[in-house]
């Protein structure tokens, strides 16, 4: 069973850095493609980032696109999103999620995306 736990959200100044990290299991990263959604109150889910498990192909929003960075470390099983020059707008909840197939991601197609993590708050804030 995949099992996808996002960490490392957290209260933070515009202009700060958070690196979120999803650990997964019941998987292997080079099988797999994930995502990282937000969702802020009163808001739809959107896509954030996402790396394809073939290539490590990566596809960006563009209101995050040069600030944040999607990356995974195989060997143990996580993918983590850096995030840079944070602003009030990017306060919302963000979600991990998995798709069961490796030669692409979509940002777009959240039905794609078979598992999907509990989320963890990010708040920017003075």
């Known amino acids: 069973q995949v099992l996808l736990v996002e960490s490392g959200g957290g209260l933070v100044q515009p202009g700060g850095s958070l690196r979120l990290s999803c650990a997964g299991s019941?998987?292997?990263?080079?099988?797999?493609?994930l995502g990282w959604f937000r969702q802020s109150p009163g808001k739809g889910r959107e896509g954030v980032s996402c790396?394809?498990?073939?290539?490590?192909?990566?596809d960006y929003a563009d209101p995050v696109r040069g600030r944040f960075t999607i990356s995974r470390d195989k060997a143990k099983n996580r993918v983590y999103l850096q995030m840079n020059s944070l602003k009030p707008e990017d306060t919302a909840v963000y979600y991990c999620?998995?798709?069961?197939?490796?030669?692409?991601?979509?940002?777009?197609?959240?039905?794609?995306?078979?598992?999907w993590g509990q989320g963890t708050q990010v708040t920017v804030s003075s």
């Open positions: 999620a998995a798709m069961a197939a490796a030669d692409y991601c979509s940002l777009y197609a959240q039905n794609e995306y078979n598992y």
């Open positions: 019941g998987f292997t990263l080079e099988r797999i493609s």
């Open positions: 790396i394809v498990g073939f290539d490590d192909s990566t």
